[in-house]
DNA sequence: TTGAAAGCGCTAACAA
DNA sequence: TTGTTAGCGCTTTCAA
């Protein structure tokens, strides 16, 4: 007959050990030899156990939270709950993190002072750190001083990671708009130093070659001013693209207003395809044809793994990327009115 | 010399009672004289006593948390980091629950079964609820119930609410509209039953009442479908209408793909006024003039009544309500092509 | 290396 | 009405 929620006292004697011996190996730390740590071990999968936060929360008098890190300019983080990447995030972690008393941390650190910010987070972690927007080095010397962290973008290797077919996905963005019959087919990036923004560029870069055509790119920065800019900069300097695609949903509202501000139609004069399907792909004029990213199931995913201990060296786990059509992108072939509403 | 954080025992001792007594007061239970309750009271406020969430939430065995409940038909509770409104409320919320051990529980209640699920969160509440979207009687309900809410949406007298100027909102965006020259005012509302969908009406109707124009209103939902088919049918019934007031900005985008779609131009020749000053205000093309609403503030400030106990009965805050001028709404008087941009 | 025991700060029986 | 006393589930000295 199993109790309701086993405590580490089950878990103890199942295994034959005292409290604390079972405590010392949960929490990996020093002082128990190896066969008592198989035991327990066992005892823990056994029951399913899992620890009450509340009750370590109290013991160690820290706080235990999952710290959700973005690095940025914007100052603050009352303006995240604007942001259509970062609220999806918050959206996937809140019901996982919900159950076990732990709780959600947010920090908005700025890229200059982004390596003293880091190790401070670092070492007031419980759980661990959800990257939801790093780069790779800042994320190494995370992983260096804490083990418990999953990035939500590319790392480089011992940081585990919930990869999403960036490259890919960008690659059939640009395949799409090539079966639609767009030849001249710019493309707006994210900023330098982002890993979903320098694959994004990798798959774009790709398609283009293979498919015999020219690169025509012009550098954003994830926000929809960047992408209303870099729009217009393209317009000016390519006037016969007919195509676009652009690396984040919010970029590519802006390149529609600029677009259309410029007195060219979208999808008619030129195609749009984005990237995320966040809630600024169907606020945008025309909705916007973009590459979903499911955010949400990959945010929960980090979520349970740190719970869950935090996820071993190099972890990695993949996560798929799919075409949305909507109304930005035009069949070139069809019939003019036609389009593909 | 006071000790970094005072505990119950504290408290207890100053006022000269045991914990039990303190514990008593402290959470306003039976079983305390009304002088011991004084100096109790006295002695928190000289301490500056916070009770400890966690050693709380340990002792009860429940979880210490703020219910945030949103009525929708819309099921589960992922799709809300794409809901430009929640996703404000909990950026709102998430920094004040933060250094309280506290948690953040959201609820997207189905109206069909909203009494009974509103009963069960009642009868579950510790910290008490937020009212991010709900009916009055709901609300009202759920007050009798336990006294531990906050309504960020009117609500009939005794709950307290935080109140921003939606009537006044509302007036002062036909006003706006009719400045600019605009004479066949059209409008988009929200749910017969949301009270603020109500009040923006109401301050709709007293506007073109007031000014001697017309009633031209469609019913929407506060989603941007609704937006979308209440603006086509407008434009159809009223084709001469030449400015349109909408009640969120999510509708609005969506009444926005509608005019564009149908041939007409925004702002051209429909100006459009919409509400909130939400992601979508700015991700439309073109962006969207609009009423801001200061929902993070709103939230924050319900979040640290409830912690401080709960606001008294009937307490009411107000909130600013103003217009931020974009491109979606151009002055009739100005030339053609100068517009407002 | 292991276990016994003392808390962490609070609530809730139970006695008085 | 009041206080005494066990816990809540866990971590962490401190002895063994």
Not at 45 to 68: C, S
Not at 209 to 231: I, N, P, V, W, Y
Not at 239 to 248: E, H, T
Not at 304 to 316: D, E, F, I, T
Request: hydrophobic share 45%.
């Amino acid at each position: 007959m199993s109790m309701l929620k086993p405590t580490i006292e089950d878990v103890a004697q199942l295994a034959g050990v005292s409290r604390a011996t079972a405590s010392r190996v949960i929490n990996d730390v020093p002082g128990a030899s190896a066969p008592l740590r198989e035991r327990v071990r066992a005892a823990v999968t056994e029951l399913g156990y899992q620890p009450n936060e509340t009750a370590r929360a109290l013991a160690t008098g820290r706080q235990r939270a999952i710290d959700v890190i973005v690095v940025t300019s914007r100052s603050g983080v009352g303006w995240l709950g604007t942001h259509p990447y970062i609220s999806r995030v918050l959206a996937g972690l809140m019901p996982v993190v919900q159950g076990v008393n732990a709780q959600l941390r947010l920090h908005a650190v700025s890229p200059d002072t982004a390596a003293d910010e880091i190790d401070e987070i670092a070492s007031n972690t419980t759980l661990g750190a959800v990257f939801a927007d790093i780069t790779p080095d800042l994320a190494a010397r995370f992983y260096r001083r804490c083990r418990h962290a999953v990035s939500m973008v590319r790392t480089d290797s011992p940081v585990p990671g919930m990869q999403a077919d960036n490259i890919g996905g960008a690659e059939e963005a640009v395949n799409y708009l090539y079966q639609l019959g767009h030849r001249r087919i710019a493309a707006i990036h994210g900023p330098a130093l982002n890993p979903c923004a320098i694959d994004r560029r990798a798959g774009y870069l790709q398609a283009t070659q293979r498919l015999g055509m020219a690169d025509l790119s012009a550098d954003g920065d994830f926000l929809r001013e960047g992408g209303h800019d870099a729009a217009q900069q393209l317009l000016e300097q390519h006037p016969d693209i007919d195509a676009l695609f652009v690396a984040c949903d919010l970029m590519a509202a802006g390149a529609v207003q600029a677009i259309t501000a410029s007195g060219r139609r979208v999808p008619d004069d030129v195609s749009i395809v984005g990237f995320d399907d966040s809630i600024a792909a169907v606020c945008s004029n025309p909705p916007l044809t973009t590459m979903r990213l499911p955010v949400e199931e990959m945010a929960a995913t980090a979520a349970r793994l740190l719970l869950a201990g935090g996820p071993a060296r190099g972890h990695r786990q993949q996560f798929p990327v799919e075409l949305v059509v909507r109304e930005s992108a035009r069949d070139l072939s069809a019939g003019r009115a036609g389009g593909n509403r």
